[in-house]
Structures are given as structure tokens and as C-alpha cells.
């Protein structure tokens, strides 16, 4: 079995095929944590839990999100739906795609916000940091929480704190070609890797539809890297991914 902590299965690129790619996933032994974000993407998400046994969540919000209400919904339903879920997630910072001073300060706001909820919940965080892994890392050095750094883009120091922190690392299908990738898998230690598609984006194919079968491409290009059978990454990543999530199936 292999399990994909983060995707986005509810988003509309599946419109028109969901139940196959979810069915297809099922057929190749994977699990799906999907993580829904914002009000909209909660709601979708919280019905595909419920629909199909492959398929579990965590729920957040899009740290681009800066309007008030819906990040007040958010949190809510995160309250309301904490036994349907196994995380908080993705939230945190992105500086690749906010660059004004005073956004990323909003940014940071509401980062905080989920942290503490996550305290208040009991419930591990799925962090997404682009371009802000600096800030991310001194900021959890602070607290003491069980985090998988999503989308991952520091520089190979960076991953080095992270891990000494505790965080583990999500290695997305794109290290199929990112040399980026390819480095930090070389540089990580199998006890701190699990594995994600990030579906329908990071594709091992650039610009085309990403989904969790392909998780299976993202094994083996580990193991390839590590020089070690595929048998051992599937099951390192997915015994991981069950002590993270304190999934037990
Ligand atoms: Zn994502």
C-alpha cells in the first residue's frame, strides 16, 4: 500500500472523471489524503471521505486566502468536522506568489492562527511553503508540533533543520525530472520522506494532469536515487505517513 498525503481530488479538473481516477487509485493500493481548502473545497472534500474508503483528509486554506469571513468559515469547519479529519493542511506561506511586505505579514497572521488551532485540536499540520521556508522553520522552531512540509523549496540547510525539528518531507511526482527534487531525496533520510502527487499540479509529466497513481513513479524514482528496492520506499514512506496521520487501517 501506498499513501498520497496530499492531493486535490475535489478540485475541478476531475469534474468529468473523479470516480475513475479515485476507483484507479483504489485498484493500485493507494490511499489519498486529499486536502480540501476553504469553505467550498472542505465541503467537497468532507463528501469524498465520506463516499470512498481510500479517501481521507485534511483541511485548510490557501495562504493567499486574505478575506476575513472566509478565513473565519474555515476554521469553523475545521472545528466542526475535527473527527472526519487526520490533519490541519495545507496552510502557511507563500512568497512566491505574494511579494507585497504587508500581505505577507497577513500571511503570517493566518498562518498563526492554524498553528494554534492545530494545538487546540490535537491534529499534525500539513504546511505548504514556497519560497518561505526561512520564515516556516524559525517559526516552528518555536513551537514543538508534528508537521509534513509540503511543496517543499529550500536550499539543502533548510532541509536539514527542518528534519532535525521532526518535520517530515513530502517528495511530489515532479522529481521524476527536477534535478531540485532529486538532490533533496539524495540529501533526506528515508525516515523523514513520504510521498505526495499534490493532484492535479506537480506532475511527472510537465503540463499535464496530475493524480495518485503516479505516486508509484515517485517510489521508484526514489529508490533509484537511493539505490535501494522499491519494496523498502513503499513501505518506509507509508509507515511514516500512518505514524504522522496516526492512521490506523
Ligand atoms: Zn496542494
Redesign the pocket.
Known amino acids: 500500500m501506498l499513501i498520497d498525503v496530499?492531493?486535490?481530488l475535489d478540485f475541478p479538473q476531475f469534474d468529468s472523471d473523479r470516480e475513475q481516477i479515485i476507483e484507479k487509485a483504489r485498484k493500485g493500493g493507494i490511499l489519498v489524503i486529499n486536502?480540501g481548502?476553504g469553505p467550498d473545497g472542505i465541503e467537497k472534500t468532507i463528501s469524498l471521505v465520506k463516499r470512498y474508503d481510500n479517501i481521507f483528509a485534511t483541511l485548510g486554506l490557501s495562504p493567499q486566502e486574505f478575506e476575513k469571513e472566509i478565513i473565519d468559515e474555515t476554521v469553523e469547519l475545521i472545528r466542526r468536522y475535527r473527527n472526519d479529519i487526520l490533519g490541519i493542511g495545507?496552510v502557511g506561506l507563500d512568497y512566491y506568489w505574494i511579494k507585497d511586505p504587508h500581505e505577507r505579514r497577513k500571511e503570517l497572521e493566518n498562518f498563526n492562527r492554524f498553528i494554534e488551532l492545530s494545538r487546540e485540536l490535537e491534529l499534525p499540520l500539513v504546511i505548504?511553503s514556497r519560497d518561505a521556508e526561512e520564515d516556516v522553520i524559525n517559526r516552528l522552531k518555536e513551537e514543538n508540533l508534528p508537521v509534513i512540509l509540503?511543496?517543499f523549496s529550500g536550499n539543502p540547510e533548510q532541509a536539514e533543520d527542518a528534519i532535525s525539528l521532526g518535520c517530515l518531507i513530502s517528495i511530489p511526482a515532479s522529481v521524476v525530472y527536477s534535478k531540485k527534487k532529486q538532490k533533496l531525496v539524495e540529501d533526506l533520510p528515508l525516515e523523514s520522506i513520504v510521498l505526495e502527487t499534490?493532484a492535479p499540479?506537480l506532475s511527472p509529466k510537465p503540463r499535464t494532469r496530475n493524480e495518485p497513481v503516479n505516486i508509484k513513479l515517485t517510489r521508484d524514482k526514489i529508490a533509484k536515487i537511493k539505490g535501494i528496492d522499491k519494496a523498502i520506499v513503499e513501505e518506509s514512506t507509508t509507515e511514516n505517513a500512518k505514524r504522522f496521520f496516526d492512521l490506523k487501517l
Request: aromatic share 10%; net charge negative; no cysteine.
Open positions: 496530499h492531493a486535490h486536502s481548502m495545507e505548504h509540503h511543496s499534490d499540479y
